[in-house]
């Protein structure tokens, strides 16, 4: 079943605040073999000029895919998420996270295409301080594989 084309410029709420800790950035470091003392040592952080230790720049991740479960669980989309997988990523940071920052994420429905029996769904997660202060902001493309109908007739 195709995705429903109506939620393209659809927007969410925002999550729940998201308390980010100097153990989850190391742990989140560690995992990808980030070796940098910046997200490690506060004293080295500092020294570079951060208030604490900084998050490696793919740390947004966890949060950008967390307000993914909005669309994800949203029955109206008619998102068959056992045929997802995921196309595409990128980060426009505004500043780095650190330690301290209590952050809300809000997503957006940017696209939906139809191409080769794929639906392409372009969503934009907008992470900011509780105050409202732009901390990143994530895209990804997610590939729900053989729900489309083709409007140009490239299904074969």
């Given at each position: 079943m195709p995705l429903d084309q109506s939620f393209i410029g659809r927007e969410y709420p925002p999550t729940p605040a998201y308390e980010v800790g100097r153990?989850?950035?190391?742990?989140?470091?560690?995992a990808i073999k980030d070796r940098s003392p910046l997200h490690r040592d506060p004293e080295a952080a500092k020294a570079a000029g951060y208030p604490d230790v900084i998050a490696p720049p793919t740390f947004a991740v966890l949060l950008s895919m967390k307000a993914h479960d909005a669309i994800v669980e949203?029955?109206?989309?008619?998102?068959?998420?056992?045929?997802?997988?995921h196309g595409q990523q990128e980060f426009a940071h505004?500043?780095?996270?650190?330690?301290?920052?209590r952050l809300r994420t809000v997503v957006h429905v940017d696209d939906?295409?139809?191409?080769?029996g794929n639906d392409f769904l372009t969503v934009r997660a907008e992470i900011t301080t509780v105050e409202g202060e732009p901390v990143c902001t994530a895209k990804s493309t997610?590939?729900?594989?053989?729900?489309?109908?083709d409007p140009e007739g490239e299904d074969a």
């Open positions: 153990e989850k950035i190391r742990e989140f470091a560690e949203d029955p109206q989309l008619g998102l068959d998420y056992s045929r997802v997988v505004h500043r780095p996270i650190q330690a301290g920052d939906i295409k139809a191409r080769a997610l590939v729900a594989r053989g729900t489309a109908e």
